[in-house]
């Protein structure tokens, strides 16, 4: 990526921009390849999510993500450059499109300020291919015509142009100089919806029988065929009501604000949306981070039943060892890589607002040789989502669920031009259609799991999703 010394705020002229993109549109003529023209600048404190919902359109793609209590979240919309992969090397294919297209960028501004620079928003499918008419690519990365991103106290605005040799440079100057002042002076579009409008009313059916899907796991695992597996319920709902899934991620952020909030639409009126509690891979300064989280329980009605059932979970020998597995794939995953993991000798517990895990935390020294996606295509799937050993487990779970996963259990994230980025697992999730929902929540199975409780932590994990969709 080449950085220009130009400062769009101290050269805030319609004139100045235009020559800006001249300079791009003369090096693509030049090179005989298009530029991406990035745009940072700083701009007063904004609401990311509230900005997108201001200007939500369903026929376009966007991507949203966020963790309220460290106060750091990312939106952007419309794709200036996208691309699309399955297969085996879709990882490495996509990191091959953020690599070129790096190559041909040109940035200016407060491009080191955080979230400052192109993004590109990237999603992959929990399996490597997808099955005829699911709504989202195995494997799709963007980066968008306009973002915003709030880390702390900084808001970062961030205009990207795609400028080819015979692009239109009035127009474009025309389209970021709107965009600059909308951004400067934002006024949120609250969505309009009748203050007398009726609740709406909510229909359900679920695909395939869970309770039999695990007897038929367990009975696997009695056979040795593997240790673990996850299995996942989908609840299909239909209202009487188009859903805005923005709205529903706005209710998910305030209940859940130690998850990360996440929503990606493809731009055909489909959203999948969420909040995940789990953290897939982090790369920040050369230093990656992981973690197991595996084994739940329920919530007490005060705190000493909230602390009795924490403690009964640290002593489970069935979830300690389900939480062990997870653990140990991940530790021997990122060793094959050449990667020392540090983490705690015990688990912890994760307390979410309706559950709470055992959780691990990890981090290891990433060095020079590993990109964010190179570790990310190890990792993923994490027995957390899959199952020990993981191939064996995964070949068995579209048989038993009944349903093709898409992105639930999938990896969501982000990767910014310095090779530094977050992605999460999609879970605790949705896809939203119009006035239909698939809501999604799965359990780790090994041996000493039942069914019946298998079914009833699904069930707990349902009811955040649940009741965020059917609020009014």
């Not at 769009?8 to 991406?36: S, W, Y």
């Not at 099955?131 to 494997?139: I, T």
């Not at 005060?302 to 009964?312: K, N, T």
């Not at 020079?368 to 050993?389: C, E, F, I, R, Y």
Request: glycine share 8%.
């Amino acid at each position: 990526m080449t950085i220009l010394p130009l400062h769009p705020a101290e050269h805030a002229t319609p004139d100045a921009l235009r020559a800006f993109l001249a300079q791009c549109q003369a090096a693509a003529v030049r090179d005989g390849n298009a530029k991406l023209a990035s745009i940072s600048l700083a701009v007063d404190a904004l609401d990311p999510l509230a900005v997108l919902e201001s200007i939500f359109e369903p026929g376009e793609p966007h991507f949203y993500a966020e963790r309220p209590n460290l106060e750091t979240a990312i939106a952007g919309a419309e794709p200036a450059v996208a691309f699309a992969a399955h297969g085996p090397d879709r990882f490495a294919a996509v990191e091959r499109f953020i690599a070129d297209t790096l190559a041909h960028t040109i940035a200016v501004g407060d491009v080191e300020a955080p979230f400052g620079g192109p993004h590109f928003f990237t999603a992959f499918t929990f399996a490597a291919e997808v099955e005829a008419g699911e709504p989202f690519p195995a494997a799709q990365v963007f980066v968008p015509r306009w973002q915003v991103a709030r880390a702390g106290a900084t808001t970062t605005a961030v205009a990207n142009l795609l400028v080819t040799p015979d692009s239109d440079l009035d127009a474009l100057a025309q389209r970021v100089w709107r965009a600059h002042g909308k951004f400067a002076q934002f006024r949120y579009r609250e969505p309009a919806l009748a203050d007398d409008a009726p609740p709406p009313e909510f229909t359900s059916h679920e695909t395939g029988d869970y309770r039999a899907a695990v007897a038929g796991a367990l009975a696997r695992i009695g056979a040795g065929e593997f240790e673990k597996i996850v299995l996942a319920r989908a609840i299909d709902l239909r209202t009487t009501r188009p859903l805005h899934p923005l709205r529903v991620l706005n209710g998910l952020r305030q209940q859940f604000p130690e998850c990360y909030a996440f929503s990606l639409a493809n731009g055909r009126g489909q959203s999948f949306i969420g909040a995940s509690p789990e953290r897939l891979v982090r790369v920040s300064r050369g230093v990656l981070e992981t973690e197991a989280l595996a084994g739940s329980i329920r919530r007490g009605a005060g705190a000493s039943e909230d602390a009795a059932l924490g403690a009964a979970l640290l002593h489970s020998e069935k979830d300690v060892r389900e939480q062990r597995l997870v653990l140990e794939t991940i530790t021997g995953r990122l060793a094959q890589l050449g990667l020392k993991a540090e983490h705690p000798a015990q688990p912890g517990l994760r307390r979410l607002a309706n559950v709470q895990h055992l959780h691990t935390p990890v981090r290891a020294e990433l060095g020079d040789q590993v990109s964010l996606l190179t570790a990310l295509s190890w990792l993923h799937p994490t027995p957390a989502v899959g199952g020990t050993p993981v191939a064996a487990a995964v070949a068995r779970i579209r048989g038993l669920e009944g349903f093709p996963r898409g992105l639930y259990a999938g990896a969501i994230g982000w990767i910014n031009a310095r090779g530094g980025g977050e992605f999460l697992v999609g879970i605790r999730s949705a896809l939203v259609d119009g006035a239909t929902a698939r809501v999604y929540a799965g359990a780790g199975i090994v041996a000493g799991s039942n069914p019946e409780k298998e079914f009833a932590e699904t069930e707990l994990k349902f009811r955040a999703m649940l009741d965020a969709l059917r609020r009014p």
